[in-house]
């Protein structure tokens, strides 16, 4: 049988439960507090793990519902393209372009009888859109074959259709920023439309606030004569900042070239800040229970000072007495660690069952689609965090067993033995 080291031995022993008939409370308290600093350590672990999964996939699920709906990257003009046939030829065939599509942008106002609602208007080529958006597939009524220039359709965002009461076929009247010269003044532009689909891209933002057209008819309501910029997909969405930045140097100096990073950069750059301040909160619940290790290991070695002076007497040194109760610390913090980890992963991979049967059972609902831009609660695990958050937590248990390690080899058999 294979014999372990003698402060192994110890030093396990000492971390489970051993009873006997004349300190057996005493031990069995030292384990007990020993328990509570490891399920301390692992509950702490745990929520890190379980917050940082939920972040990440908030900040994907809301990432991937954005890029459904915008584009990876906007070439624009404030008087619009006038070659942009060329322009668009000579962008899809740059390395890494999936797509190209001409698009008109711009702000309006939407009414159907006494109800109005700000929108952003968008007007899009429906042949051409499905090769860099998402929005083709995202109708729940209509089709986007339905947009024909000249016919003044109008396809709503789920949410903003609901707010105005329409359905297929029903009108709406936009008005645009840009107005006309009359002799009573500038009045604003308006024009009467025809619902011809309804979109649900998930996203409450755009749902409630997106007007689409064909990009004709939208430059004629802005008295444009070309599109006002063209829409690219590429392949890896992570790299459209260094993409835009090569196609910036092949585009006119009077174009605006930018990724969907740079249009969103208040939104990702909060939700990064979110996620540095929850890690540094929540590593300070790991770093308690692990330094509540000291307190447990200090009461561990004022108990046992008996069985040191033996140990001493025995011919053990202070390196051995020091490695049995570092031993039992690196234990305690290994099985927080581990039962953490474990723990973490297991309502992270499952966090999706997890909430809503809590919802259905308290009946609320954590995130309401009309304040968050999600309903459900998504959870994306990355080995990285796992790993760090590990890691972490079992190199602060190293630290809390230095102190009572280096105090137990310091003490003298002589007073130890001296009231017993």
Do not use: C
């Not at 008109?104 to 042949?127: F, K, N």
């Not at 929005?135 to 009524?141: D, G, N, S």
């Not at 009108?171 to 107005?179: A, F, K, S, T, W």
């Not at 006119?252 to 301040?277: G, H």
Request: no cysteine; charged share 20%; aromatic share 6%.
């Amino acid at each position: 049988m294979l014999k372990l080291p003698i402060e192994l031995e110890i030093g396990l022993r000492y971390t489970r439960s051993r009873r006997s008939k004349a300190v057996g409370k005493r031990d069995g308290f030292l384990s007990f507090i020993s328990g509570i600093s490891t399920a301390g350590i692992a509950l702490g672990v745990a929520a890190l793990i379980v917050v940082l999964s939920v972040m990440n996939g908030f900040q994907k699920e809301v990432r991937d519902r954005m890029l459904s709906v915008l584009s990876h990257i906007e070439i624009t003009a404030p008087d619009g393209l006038p070659d942009w046939q060329t322009l668009s030829a000579k962008v899809a065939s740059q390395p890494h372009v999936l797509g190209v599509a001409p698009m008109v942008s711009s702000q309006g106002l939407l009414s159907r009888g006494e109800i109005m609602r700000g929108v952003a208007v968008r007007g899009v080529s429906p042949s051409e859109e499905g090769s860099v958006s998402d929005l083709p597939k995202q109708f729940v009524a209509g089709d986007i074959a339905d947009l024909r220039p000249g016919s003044f359709g109008v396809v709503l965002g789920a949410q903003l259709a609901n707010m105005l009461g329409v359905r297929l076929g029903d009108r709406v009247n936009l008005i645009v920023p840009e107005g006309d010269l009359t002799p009573a003044g500038v009045m604003p532009r308006m024009r009467a439309l025809n619902v011809v689909g309804v979109v649900d891209s998930g996203h409450y933002e755009y749902d409630s606030s997106l007007a689409i057209l064909h990009w004709q008819d939208a430059a004629a309501l802005l008295r444009l004569r070309d599109p006002s910029g063209l829409r690219v997909k590429v392949d890896d969405m992570q790299r459209a900042p260094q993409i835009a930045n090569q196609l910036a140097s092949l585009v006119p100096q009077a174009l605006w070239v930018t990724d969907w990073s740079r249009s969103n950069r208040n939104w990702f750059a909060a939700v990064q800040t979110e996620k540095k301040m929850m890690f540094i909160i929540l590593t300070l619940i790991i770093a308690v229970a692990a330094f509540n290790l000291v307190s447990t290991l200090v009461m561990t070695v004022n108990e046992k000072q008996a069985d040191i002076a033996i140990l001493r007497t025995m011919g053990a040194s202070p390196g051995l007495i020091q490695r049995i109760f570092l031993i039992q610390g690196l234990a305690i913090g290994l099985l927080g660690s581990l039962g953490g980890v474990g723990l973490g992963l297991l309502v992270a991979l499952n966090i999706d069952v997890i909430v809503p049967a809590i919802e259905a059972i308290f009946r609320v609902q954590f995130l309401p689609r009309d304040i968050y831009f999600i309903s459900q609660l998504p959870s994306d695990v990355r080995l990285n965090d796992v790993l760090t958050v590990g890691l972490m937590a079992f190199g602060l248990s190293i630290l809390a067993t230095l102190y009572p390690s280096r105090r137990a080899a310091k003490v003298q058999p002589a007073e130890a033995l001296r009231y017993e």
